[in-house]
């Protein structure tokens, strides 16, 4: 069938009219269109979302999740994907946490939809009137065991775990560092300034970091942004394998910086000034505790069990990093003292040093338990020195040490480590369900680090 040029013509002419009348409607709903696009000056996040606010994130999201369900049956099943989607894309979490709502929301719908198999597409749409002859209770068609499903989905949905993004988690650790330098509210400019990104982007950052009640604005003329105690909690902890949150200690001078955690280690390849082998380390807390020449010591890491030395050579305010000129570097394994340590010879205080000594030496030990009511340890130097007095007649309780550190057997490596390092003690008894089971001593620890 041909159609007439004519027709043709009339056709594109109705169709441009429609465009321009549609234009012409639209036109007024620009600026609000604009507005929703950047979420300034409206209800929402005025009154509205203040008050969501107080509400949890994750029975917020929980919430939604039902009512996705909900839709479902009501409705139709298009509305409420349609809804898991524009939720999905507004919101700023990371891939896993989005995928963990899309996954539940879809679960709910899912459900939802059955109860419309073998309905009418939409059971709203079978309402009559009062009265009607084809009047339909729509609710008759509900199954209560769907609805338990949903209910069920939506309690599960309560322990969504929502993680930042890493450009969110560097905007709040450079608002923390800030607020904590000045005790001030931090400006969306000064946070741009710091990361070298546009302020506009730093406040949609802010926007969503809002939403995970991580942050507060204040307003007038010295407003900007502060971090709430949950920031505070979020930042101090790194992560292990489990997911779980992990703090890495920093210790300057021999002591602990409070607040202080290392989040991110990078090594230089390139040798260059301040320092011949530089690692740079950045600090989440107030990176002005520390000073060049300060002695710092990093670690264990929750993965590798990394334990770094040096001294600070350089300091990165902005970026909040500390650069250590390396001085010891030890990649210590995961493994329990017991492992590592050896059982304890046990000696009589009666036995003397002549026997102390050939007892030693049979078992090819440096150092025995002596079993006694308070017991202690001898070891083959001190027997030595006794000999070479000529005291080999003398009894073993005569020139043993009485007191001595001990450590549980389930502790790990880099606690002995760690307190022979800080005591100097040439040897630590292991502990094991209360009983005094085995010593390790430095070599141990050396030929554990060795075969690593």
């Not at 929980?62 to 919101?91: E, K, Q, R, S, W």
């Not at 509900?142 to 560097?170: C, E, K, M, N």
């Amino acid at each position: 069938m041909v159609i007439p040029s004519g027709t043709t013509k009339m056709l594109r002419q109705y169709l441009s009219e429609l465009y321009s009348a549609a234009m012409k409607i639209m036109a007024p709903a620009k600026p609000l269109v604009d507005a929703l696009a950047r979420r300034r000056e409206l209800w929402f996040d005025g009154k509205l979302g203040s008050a969501l606010q107080e509400i949890p994130l994750n029975v917020l999201l929980a919430t939604i999740i039902v009512m996705l369900g909900l839709l479902a049956i009501f409705i139709t099943p298009i509305l409420p994907l349609l809804v898991l989607c524009v939720v999905a894309f507004m919101l700023s979490f990371n891939r896993k946490a989005t995928a963990r709502f899309v996954v539940m929301g879809g679960l709910s719908t899912g459900f939802g939809a059955l109860t419309t198999v073998g309905l009418p597409p939409s059971p709203i749409t079978s309402l009559r009137l009062e009265g009607s002859a084809s009047a339909t209770n729509f609710l008759t068609n509900l199954d209560p065991y769907t609805i338990f499903v949903i209910a069920a989905i939506g309690i599960l949905s309560l322990g969504l775990q929502i993680d930042l993004t890493p450009v969110q988690r560097d905007t709040l650790s450079t608002l923390v560092n800030l607020h904590r330098t000045d005790s001030r509210a931090v400006k969306a400019k000064e946070i741009g300034e710091l990361m070298d990104r546009n302020p506009e982007t730093i406040r949609i950052q802010m926007r969503s970091l809002k939403a995970l009640n991580l942050v507060e604005s204040v307003t007038g003329p010295r407003g900007g942004y502060t971090a709430t105690a949950t920031a505070y909690d979020a930042l101090s902890r790194g992560h292990n394998g489990d997911g779980d949150e992990v703090a890495v200690h920093i210790v300057k001078n021999g002591i602990v910086v409070e607040g202080a955690s290392a989040t991110e280690i990078v090594f230089n390849n390139a040798m260059r000034p301040p320092c011949q082998s530089c690692i740079s380390i950045r600090v989440s807390g107030n990176i002005k505790d520390f000073s060049v020449g300060d002695e710092v010591e990093v670690g264990p890491t929750p993965i590798s069990e990394l334990y770094i030395r040096g001294k600070v050579a350089a300091l990165d305010i902005t970026a909040s990093r500390i650069v250590l000129d390396l001085t010891e570097m030890i990649s210590i394994p995961r493994r329990s003292v017991k492992t590592v340590a050896r059982r304890a010879v046990r000696i009589s205080p009666n036995t003397t040093l002549r026997e102390a000594s050939r007892i030693l030496v049979i078992n090819g030990a440096q150092e025995a338990l002596v079993e006694d009511r308070s017991p202690g340890l001898v070891n083959m130097v001190d027997i030595a020195k006794a000999v070479a007095e000529g005291r080999t007649d003398r009894e073993v309780r005569e020139i043993m040490t009485p007191g001595f550190l001990t450590i549980n057997s389930d502790a790990p490596i880099f606690e002995a480590v760690r307190m022979m390092g800080k005591t100097g003690a040439r040897q630590l008894v292991v502990s094991d369900n209360g009983a005094l089971w085995g010593i390790i001593t430095p070599r141990d620890l050396m030929e554990s680090l060795a075969h690593a």
